[in-house]
């Protein structure tokens, strides 16, 4: 899927041999396009597994239970606009959600780093990647195609590079997380937002050579401005281009690479 040829909300989309996804009507600075709720069935005719049902708009998760016998909800990570619609889909279709954080869980176990859950038809190997937040998650599919493929939710974004909750999200997490999805090799990147990406490995490397080159403005603005310079006035300095709309990420992404470069000398 190219960007290009992005869908229209409500759009049920094919993505993979295992996966198709419907994008929910709430695009924004954030969301991009909006958040991709994806279905994972071997079998149009078997059950399926509904990663992210997305946020609570009742025609979207109308619309995904409608796509076939939900056996399991998963979710990447605690953000609203992946989980506000959760236990009105848990409602709707009687399938347990699971999630590695406790309070997004109706009905279902929390997830376990390196598990493999046998669904929808297939095999869904839980990984934990920490940094965007605490919790999150992603969801590699070994046998979904020939390099496999893995849904990334916003640990990795089909456009621009992701944002760290800080502090609930860090540097040194999410570093480690590349770290861990670099060894998985060419799979294909399924997001949660933006289009899909074909080389997983290739997608780590660009998304830690960013994280270098932006470790290295830091370090010079701390040069020109001093140690004791604000994540405001580093921001301004960094991040001079960004749109007002997105300022707040720019922020906390300044002040969580300023701890990940205490921690790290």
Do not use: W
């Not at 406790?102 to 997830?111: D, T, V």
């Not at 939710?153 to 480690?176: C, H, K, W």
Request: glycine share 10%; proline share 7%; charged share 20%.
């Amino acid at each position: 899927m190219t960007e290009s040829a992005q869908p229209a909300p409500g759009q049920m989309v094919r993505s993979s041999p295992l996966t198709r996804y419907r994008l929910a009507d709430n695009p924004g600075p954030m969301s991009l396009d909006g958040t991709k709720s994806y279905i994972i069935a071997a079998s149009e005719e078997g059950t399926c597994v509904v990663v992210d049902p997305g946020p609570d708009q009742e025609d979207h998760l109308q619309g995904l239970a409608a796509a076939g016998e939900v056996a399991l909800i998963l979710i990447t990570h605690r953000h609203p606009d992946h989980t506000a619609g959760a236990e009105r889909f848990h409602q709707l279709t009687g399938a347990p959600v699971r999630a590695a954080d406790p309070a997004f869980c109706f009905g279902g176990e929390p997830l376990r780093d390196g598990e493999v859950i046998e669904a929808g038809g297939t095999q869904i190997q839980v990984l934990a990647t920490p940094g965007h937040t605490s919790d999150s998650v992603c969801f590699y599919l070994p046998r979904d195609g020939s390099n496999g493929s893995i849904l990334t939710g916003d640990t990795i974004l089909g456009r621009g590079t992701t944002v760290l909750d800080y502090p609930d999200g860090t540097l040194q997490d999410f570093m480690a997380s590349l770290d861990k999805l670099g060894k998985l090799g060419p799979a294909t990147v399924l997001p949660a937002h933006g289009p899909d990406l074909e080389n997983l490995e290739s997608v780590v490397l660009t998304y830690r050579d960013h994280r270098d080159e932006r470790l290295a403005q830091i370090r010079a603005a701390l040069g020109t401005l001093g140690e004791g310079a604000t994540v405001q006035e580093i921001t301004d300095a960094v991040y001079a281009d960004v749109p007002a709309s997105v300022r707040p990420a720019a922020e906390l992404s300044v002040a969580a690479q300023l701890e990940y470069l205490r921690v790290t000398r």
